[in-house]
Nanobody, 125 residues
């Protein structure tokens, strides 16, 4: 059974940092790219970042470039999203998703095969 479980969300002050984790099970990590998405209240889900199955290719949406870093540890079947210099605009439920793709990655939601249930990130003073 394929399962993606996000963790690491919480309340943080503006300018602070959080590291999200996405623990995957039920599939071989070598065959799946992983993406992080977020959905703020009243807004559509947007792609934030993704990482290829090997970890050699990454993509970031413009609003998080230079602040967020995605990485993966295939031995632990876990993908991380390090988020620095957080602003209130980063407040959202963050989801990870898996896309069976051997080369590259995408942050197009409809391409994803599996989804986690999300973890809430709140940036507020």
């Amino acid at each position: 059974q394929v399962q993606l479980v996000e963790s690491g969300g919480g309340l943080v002050q503006p300018g602070g940092s959080l590291r999200l984790s996405c623990a995957a099970s039920g599939f071989a990590p070598d065959y799946y790219a992983i993406g992080w998405f977020r959905q703020a209240p009243g807004k559509e889900r947007e792609g934030v970042s993704c990482i290829s199955s090997s970890g050699g290719s990454t993509t970031y949406t413009d609003s998080v470039k230079g602040r967020f870093t995605i990485s993966r540890d295939n031995a632990k079947n876990t993908v991380y999203l390090q988020m620095n210099s957080l602003t209130p605009e980063d407040t959202a439920v963050y989801y990870c998703a898996a896309d069976r793709q051997l080369v590259g990655c995408t942050v197009v939601a409809r391409r994803m095969d599996y989804w986690g249930k999300g973890t809430l990130v709140t940036v507020s003073s």
